[in-house]
């Protein structure tokens, strides 16, 4: 067996390691609408591919896949509003979410797309124990003396007679350099926040009229006071190689130094107050419009805000940390709890979109039998990975906002970025680039409407685009996603992108498991071939696993499908030179060994991108479930099933991996 020779070579570069347990979380699709194909591709293939990667190299048992829908907020009691007012939809509210929330589950169905659970913070069983969660995370805050009650204006429509929130008021962003057209109360549908005071020219969308500002008072988590720890956060980031760049990146912007922007038309009126402000530096920037202060503290920069709102000069600030709203008066939500006798609130929906995973993991637990307690294993101990996947643009929240939460949660007042064992463990945040759409950034708002993800299965298997997505190469920079059935440029000649990446599959592979299940059939009456594999078969499947590891340890997906592209390819160059008509039967017993060898190496790397199909393959190879486990990769198949074993028999013409029925039509190839 190969296992003889390992100690013996002295270079080998260590594999990585992985933890005991693992929790992964996709972020929550919204319950307003179906699935888009962006929720598909741009994440939930790249978290149910890790799910399904640990689930085979740590154990099914020990791995929580979690997810679920975001059944709160403005949003969706506005766009069901709209739909009953146009007669669109009959029902009410929480009809219209489960709705949503269903056709998202079978989307995700026919993706292959597995998470253990896919709940919903406002639906059944998961909605009790959100609400219970959510109590007890506000208020354990609370107790710890990481909450400040804040009195804030608040947009009120005084035509309508009501508080507008969040998308019930729309302006332009505050924040330098932000050119979002989309500036909601308090944050812009980038994901920056502000203080509504700051947003510009805000329209009420009920009336269409300029609303005024009343006072309310929230609850807001002390986020500033985390500057610090999250400084040393990043540190240990910065050094991690599983860690996309992008992530420290943004997360780093709202750590610098506080700045204001000031128009250049107030200069004046700035040099005769810059003695009132705190110390700072002033850099004059000639090219742009405005020029740039910066403070040391952010308390200095409030102080500084306050000069320049008092003598009536307009300014932008930086990307900077502020309190971190919990609480808002929106009655489609989650109810706060009653602390310090501020009633009738309930939780944005934001920060509680946070933690439902974890309230998702007690209900899963629970639906298992198990005690709801449990979820400490998975998200408060040092054995244990959090594994999150997001999309770059709410970074700010699962980067810096849930991360500060969870310190601030700490039973210690002295807290910590590297978490006790038994303390909320800091996750690590796998973001990725914008999947574009044909070459723009699409949102289901913008004028590019991205395709809805069942669509796309009208011209494709689910496995042609996880394949496709996968290789895309998101975590590096932003891609397009260019299909050609919606590509109005693309020319008759062409080669559809999506099509060309599943040649792979449904070409190369699907030939080399039939090839070697046809000719077994033929000359060893069905029974496979139990000689041991080639020394050089076996050095290349351990080499292409060791690699693909590795490459999946840092969440470099694209980099494995290039393992498997090269490893498959290889494979069958060699299948055509050793398997002929008329190879005699001792070599081709042989050769029929070798290539079962490549088909299971390839068929276990292949199974969390390519489940259906690997799937299948398994079935006709005739093993049970403990063919996908790493614990035994490099073993041939008799190591599973002995000598003398039997294959299925597979029927003339069948495939493993296919085309879509609609592809045969246009003879792409
Ligand atoms: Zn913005």
Not at 339 to 345: A, K, Q, R, S
């Amino acid at each position: 067996m190969a296992k003889n020779k390992e100690g013996g070579k002295p270079f080998e570069i260590p594999r990585p390691e992985f933890p005991k347990r693992a929790v992964i979380t996709g972020g929550m699709p919204y319950g307003n609408k179906e699935l888009h194909f962006g929720h598909v591709g741009g994440m939930f293939v790249f978290a149910d591919t890790f799910a399904r990667f640990l689930r085979d190299r740590i154990g099914k048992e020990n791995v929580l896949f979690v997810g679920g829908t975001d059944c709160y907020g403005s949003p969706i009691a506005e766009g069901w509003r709209k739909k009953v007012a146009d007669g669109e939809f009959e029902g009410s509210l929480t009809d219209f979410v489960q709705r949503n929330h269903d056709k998202q589950q079978k989307t995700l169905d026919d993706y292959g797309i597995s998470p253990d659970i896919f709940a919903a913070s406002g639906l059944g069983r998961s909605k009790e124990i959100h609400a219970e969660v959510t109590d007890w995370f506000i208020n354990s805050l609370y107790k710890k003396g990481q909450l400040n009650k804040i009195s804030t204006m608040q947009f009120y429509d005084e035509k309508a007679g009501c508080f507008l929130n969040g998308r019930q008021v729309i302006g332009k962003c505050p924040i330098e350099g932000c050119n979002s057209e989309k500036g909601y109360a308090d944050e812009c549908d980038l994901g920056h926040q502000y203080m509504p005071e700051n947003l510009i020219d805000p329209v009420s969308t009920l009336t269409g009229e300029k609303p005024s500002m009343r006072p309310v008072t929230n609850w807001y988590f002390k986020l500033r006071d985390y500057e610090e720890l999250l400084k040393n956060w990043i540190e240990m980031l910065k050094k991690r190689k599983d860690v996309r760049p992008v992530v420290c990146k943004t997360i780093e912007e709202f750590l610098k130094p506080p700045v204001i922007y000031i128009k250049r038309e107030y200069e004046e009126k700035y040099l005769s107050l810059k003695d009132q402000m705190p110390e700072h530096e002033y850099f004059e920037e000639p090219k742009k419009p405005s020029f740039t202060v910066q403070f040391k503290t952010l308390s200095d920069c409030d102080e500084a805000v306050k000069v320049l709102v008092n003598n009536g000069i307009r300014y932008r600030t930086g990307k900077t940390l502020v309190p971190f709203r919990l609480t808002g008066n929106i009655e489609w939500g989650v109810p706060a709890p009653v602390m310090d006798n501020v009633e009738g609130l309930t939780v944005w929906v934001w920060p509680e979109s946070l933690w439902a995973p974890i309230s998702f993991t007690q209900t899963l637990l629970e639906q298992r039998g198990r005690s709801r307690d449990e979820w400490k294993d998975y998200w408060c101990s040092k054995e244990s990975g959090v594994y999150q996947f997001i999309g770059q643009d709410n970074i700010y929240f699962y980067g810096i906002a849930e991360p500060a939460m969870w310190m601030a949660q700490q039973e210690s007042a002295e807290k910590t970025a590297d978490p006790a064992e038994g303390e909320m463990q800091m996750p690590t945040i796998i973001a990725n680039h914008h999947i574009l759409f044909l070459d723009k950034k699409a949102s289901s708002s913008g004028a590019v409407k991205p395709p809805m993800a069942d669509d796309l299965l009208n011209h494709y298997t689910p496995e042609q685009l996880r394949m496709h997505w996968l290789g895309l190469g998101l975590g590096q920079r932003s891609v397009s996603f260019m299909p050609k059935p919606y590509n109005p440029d693309a020319k008759p000649e062409d080669a559809d992108p999506v099509v060309k990446d599943g040649l792979l599959l449904s070409n190369v592979y699907n030939r080399m498991v039939r090839t070697a299940f046809y000719t077994t059939q033929k000359h060893f009456n069905g029974i496979m071939p139990s000689n041991t594999p080639s020394e050089n078969i076996l050095a290349e499947g351990k080499k292409a696993v060791l690699d693909y590891e590795r490459h999946m340890s840092k969440f470099a997906f694209h980099q494995c499908t290039y393992v498997l592209d090269s490893y498959i390819r290889n494979g069958s160059k060699y299948m055509a030179k050793t398997i002929k008509e008329d190879t005699p039967a001792e070599e081709l017993s042989q050769a029929l060994a070798d290539l079962f060898y490549m088909i299971k190496i390839a068929a276990v790397l292949l199974h969390p991108m390519a489940p259906f199909g690997t799937e299948k393959v398994r079935e006709y190879l005739q093993v049970g479930e403990e063919l996908w486990s790493w614990d035994n990769i490099f073993e041939p198949l008799t190591f599973f099933v002995g000598e003398g074993h039997e294959l299925k028999f597979l029927p003339p013409r069948t495939d493993f991996f296919t085309r879509h029925e609609s592809q045969f039509e246009t003879a792409e190839n």
